[in-house]
């Protein structure tokens, strides 16, 4: 499927425009919708190629810069020791309010965009990977995948570094897929488990996968990226999106398919 990468909008905020990135499918019709959150490097050639890749599967994605207050617009953090230190400063420099705003925000702009049919998911990397998580606490989100979802195990998202993710589990009524790397040491072993534990003692409805891959493992650019995990972990990505927002997950008769017989 064919798409178009050159529409970009400057959603309001309680913290000044926000400059998001619009990818969608050529083809006229309507189509769920993506939000895609970026590591903390912001929207880099990797999550662009990201983004375009979900959009060819038959999506509406929008991809937020998750510094817009910080940083003018367009601004793209290199893959260095600069970048990421200036990436993790800004981090926890951010108010979590602002955060759970700018979600809302791009939830509201993607629910409402001509071409989305209103059902809504969320996809993360890294910061990106917590900032989903916290994203699927919004009622309309139907389902969130989060890729080694970075700081939720150690509470250390946002200003002062005390955010409340693990204590607003219950909140996140979609379908949760969360993804990691074993040899991943922003999120060792010990503090996945804190997170398993906690999805499952709030009765959270998620899947849990675990692979041989270090951090970065999905960034098609550097040592780190492993192609082969890329591609099962967009598989099953996918699938989740494909079943929870289009029609695969409801009964046949509200699919429009033949009414249950009782026998």
Known sequence: MTIKDNEQLDLPTPNGPMRTYVFRPTAPGKYPGLVLYSEIFQV?????RTAALLAGHG???AVPEVYHEFLPAGTVLA????GADKGNQLKTTKEVASYDA???AVLACLKAHPACTGKLGVM???LGGHLSFRAA??????AATCFYATDIHKRGLGKDMCDNSLDRIKEIKGELLMIW???DPHVPREGRAILYNALTEAGANFTWHEFNGQHAFLRDEGPRYDPELALKSYGLALELFKRKLNEGDLPATEAGGPKETKH
């Open 44 to 48: 880099t050639a990797p999550i662009r």
């Open 59 to 61: 999506f509406v994605v």
């Open 79 to 82: 893959y260095d020791q600069a």
């Open 102 to 104: 700018d979600a809302r």
């Open 124 to 126: 993360g990397i890294c």
């Open 137 to 142: 606490m919004n009622p309309e989100v139907l």
């Open 181 to 183: 790397g074993r040899q």
